[in-house]
């Protein structure tokens, strides 16, 4: 019997076909290769709708070499799309119209907005909600700013800590704003009057670019940089939702986010607990806490938006251990764990999509096989009608 097949979906960065996360597919397809379970790589673009095809990218374990084949779009799916302002992004709702249907490991979440709005519902997860307001207007974020001594304006679909400013407001009433742009290139502090706050906002068009005021939590270290925690939650290979590992990340000088991808660092969560708690905190608790957190959201939100694989939650925890959730990311990087020195969370980090992978796909067959038939891959009317678990 030949391997199922798992396919990841991704998108190009440009239009010269690079990927952005080729060494982490290698790993995860070399890992895949060791459990029973092909894995192969492509994007909208390389789809075929007339035959159901896909020029996939293959990589070859032993000879450490990629290639490219057509092969039949496998059934089951993991989607690493992140969003793009580009055509490729047109090509990629193209592709979830046209097979919907599929087996994905995990399904799209909606944006910052709708998540905290979702969370809200909910008692368990209220509490640690800093206070949001969607940007209909400048007043609103000129309200956030009378209301709270710190505010961080974010676009609903950002990434990368780009297009975020940092408004705090100082015991005489005058305003420190400083930011990133798109480019995330850092915007020096600048002090102004909260009576000009307005005529400086409105060139960043906050409606238009559909932003949200957050309250600020002060998560400045000693030395003057902010830092804060991200967390991945995973399904394991029993289809349990776990904390695979929670990193610290510490951001750059003159930076007021803690992204490692804007110059910052990682670091070790109980490392910077330790140092950054009140002595009557412990540490201990604080990470248990944020733990069953971790656990809870994602059991919520695939509750909410359909099947999930993993999810990114970045913290933050007051000197009082409090623990704030700032924003979800469905599409994690892992690489905060190697830099943080965790290399066996890393590794776990990498294969524990796959584990999951290969746990939907025995379910499937279970399912298949009481429902339908003893069994569904002797005949290619069987497998097309089950959608094309394995390549043909």
């Not at 029993?238 to 804007?262: D, F, P």
């Not at 919520?300 to 993993?310: A, D, I, S, V």
């Not at 499937?364 to 390549?391: I, M």
Request: with cysteine; proline share 3%.
């Amino acid at each position: 019997m030949t391997k199922p097949v798992l396919g990841i979906l991704t998108l190009y960065l440009n239009d010269a076909g690079l990927l952005e996360e080729r060494p982490v597919y290698q790993k995860m397809i070399a890992a895949g290769q060791k459990l029973g379970l092909h894995v192969i790589v492509f994007t909208p673009k390389d789809v075929d709708y007339q035959e159901n095809m896909a020029y996939a990218h293959i990589y070859h374990t032993g000879s450490k070499t990629w290639s490219r084949k057509w092969t039949a779009i496998p059934s089951l799916i993991y989607d690493r799309c992140r969003i793009q302002r580009t055509v490729r992004f047109e090509q990629l709702q193209r592709f979830r119209k046209r097979y919907g249907h599929l087996n994905y490991l995990n399904r799209p979440l909606r944006n910052k907005w709708t998540i905290h709005r979702i969370l809200s519902k909910d008692a368990r997860f209220k509490s640690h909600l800093p206070g949001t307001r969607f940007i209909e207007s400048v007043q609103d974020a000129i309200d956030m700013v009378r209301k709270h001594p710190l505010v961080y304006l974010k676009p609903i679909n950002g990434t990368g800590g780009r297009g975020i400013l940092r408004i705090e407001r100082k015991a005489d009433g005058s305003l420190l704003v400083q930011g990133r742009e798109q480019s995330r290139r850092i915007i020096k502090p600048q002090q102004m009057r909260l009576s000009t706050l307005g005529s400086y906002l409105s060139d960043w068009r906050l409606k238009e670019n559909r932003y949200i005021a957050q309250q600020g939590i002060q998560i400045k270290l000693g030395n003057g940089r902010v830092h804060d925690y991200r967390m991945l939650v995973q399904k394991n290979s029993e289809g349990v939702w776990e904390v695979t590992g929670c990193a610290g990340r510490v951001g750059a000088v003159g930076s007021i986010t803690s992204n490692l991808h804007g110059g910052g660092h990682a670091a070790t969560m109980g490392s910077l607990l330790q140092d950054w708690l009140r002595d009557e905190v412990s540490p201990d608790m604080v990470k248990a806490e944020a733990y069953k957190l971790g656990t809870g959201v994602a059991a919520y939100l695939e509750q909410c938006y359909g099947r999930l694989c993993e999810l990114a939650l970045d913290l933050a925890i007051d000197r009082k251990g409090r623990i704030w959730l700032l924003e979800v990311n469905p599409k994690p990087a892992r690489e905060v764990f190697i830099q943080a020195g965790e290399k066996e969370t890393y590794r776990k980090a990498v294969v524990r999509p796959i584990e999951y992978a290969l746990w939907l796909y025995q379910q499937k067959r279970k399912t298949v096989g009481k429902d339908k038939l003893a069994n569904v891959a002797d005949t290619r009317s069987d497998l097309e009608d089950w959608g094309q678990w394995e390549e043909l």
